[in-house]
């Protein structure tokens, strides 16, 4: 069983900038996918960045130029950077990973943490 927790949301003015976190309470193996989505009360949960297995990153346009992932594998975290705040970021923000519990032959699960709320005011 694996839980994630993200921090790092709050209140910011437009064009400001805020880092989330995203701590894993162990490590997870033969990772598929893993990346950040955000929500907004009606509208569907979609991707704003993402690493891929092969380690390739993809981007939503909107945030393109502005945010930025990373990743820690040593302390099973997973970031996001977000610069040059816009209104429309606002959202409640969530990390996500595909992979296993066990180094071999794991059953592959999707886990999801619990969300943030990023507020951004003009």
């Known amino acids: 069983q694996v839980q994630l927790v993200e921090s790092g949301g709050g209140l910011v003015q437009a064009g400001g900038s805020l880092r989330l976190s995203c701590a894993a309470s162990r490590r997870i193996f033969n990772i598929k996918a893993m990346g950040w989505y955000r929500q907004v009360p009606g509208k569907q949960r979609e991707l704003v960045a993402g690493?891929?297995?092969?380690?390739?990153?993809n981007y939503a346009d909107s945030v393109k130029g502005r945010f930025t992932i990373s990743r820690d594998n040593a302390k099973n975290t997973l970031y996001l950077q977000m610069n040059s705040l816009k209104p429309e970021d606002t959202a409640v923000y969530y990390c996500h990973a595909l992979g296993a519990t066990m180094p071999i032959g794991g059953q592959l699960d999707n886990y999801w943490g619990q969300g943030t709320q990023v507020t951004v005011s003009s």
């Open positions: 690493f891929t297995s092969g380690g390739s990153t």
